[in-house]
């Protein structure tokens, strides 16, 4: 018995030390968190990585590099040569991709040796970038922390907030691959400071068609069904005051709940959609003192259906279904679906699309 009891513990032991003999120190590798694809003016791919520098000895906390290269893989192997210590892959949290990448059809093509690591297609946040790429792996701002860090934090606050998109390599490629919906985006704009404006939407065959603005952007996640958390819009009021140039007139609010439903059908050779929109609304500000609290409500409908019936209209004009209506025809209406499918961009902009919102206040504040 004794000798069974010595055996289990240099067993432990073992399998305690085993785990230590190859251990790499943060000194000794190169974490690439940060990649970046772009063109210079030659139509030439440009690829760049950002990294922590973790030796005490430096003053620069980041190492970037960008290289020319015909691939991602290729590209990695130049950039080898340059770094100080050996490269990890898995680690990047951010791919910041150039419009003028976007604009191109076939870019998707590029990300495929991103796709065949099982830690990058979850991890890494795919975002389009308004600007030269290299301007923002460059920026180092004083208040802020490590660029990696604090684009990964930008994206995943704009997305709890239901502003923007985290969209990750394996929701891209499945947002690719479906035939019931096109792709999108989180976009970033470098002014003063890194800035999340809304949202890029990309065609069936991922190339850039056009971008949505932050309200938009909300409104698009609404019809969606995805709202995360409460979240705040501000829409126009009757303009009746007097209150001088200052104050706009405006009432802001926060959704509180909010339900689509979407129902197609097929009626004289295209589809029609039925889309209920109802939310519940708490005002948090009315700048407009003519405008009574129990007038609100049927001012945020009528403002909501004009907005969302916008949006649809934008979205039908450039022929892009972030939506997911071809997902609902598919469910359905799959025999008229199934005709249609291989070219549901131009379907989907013919399609009837009938919005109904439903409005319903919910709180005023404590204060009147």
Known sequence: MRIMRS??????????????????????????????????EDNELLIYTSSPVFSKEAKQKTEDYGVKATTIRQARGRLDSMVTAMTKSGKIQSILIGKQVLEQPGWFKLLDTLMRDAKMTV??????VDGSVADFMEFTPEDKPRLSQHIAKLIDTASRRNISFKTTVQEFHRQMFDKGMTPFVAELKKKRQLEITGAALLDERGKYATSLGLQETTL????????????SLTIPLPAAST????????????????????????????????VKLSLDAAISENLNSDVQEEQIGPIIQAELDKEVTSLIRKLQKHRVDPVGFGMYARAYTYREWEKVKDRWAESFAEAD??????????????MQ
């Not at 305690?16 to 772009?38: F, S």
């Not at 991890?123 to 389009?128: E, F, L, Y």
């Open 7 to 40: 055996g289990i513990v240099f067993a432990l032991l073992a399998m305690l030390l085993g785990g230590c003999y190859d251990q790499t120190n943060l000194e000794d590798i190169t974490l690439a968190l940060t990649l970046g694809i772009d063109v210079n």
């Open 123 to 128: 991890n890494s946040r795919i975002i389009a």
């Open 220 to 231: 698009l996640q609404l019809l969606q069904n995805e709202k995360k958390a409460d979240t």
């Open 243 to 274: 209150d001088g140039q200052l104050l706009n007139n405006r009432a802001s609010f926060y959704v509180k709940r909010a339900k689509t439903k979407i129902r197609p059908t097929f009626e004289k050779g295209k589809f029609v959609f039925q």
């Open 353 to 366: 699309i009938r919005l109904v919102t439903s409005v319903r206040v919910v709180g005023t504040g404590i």
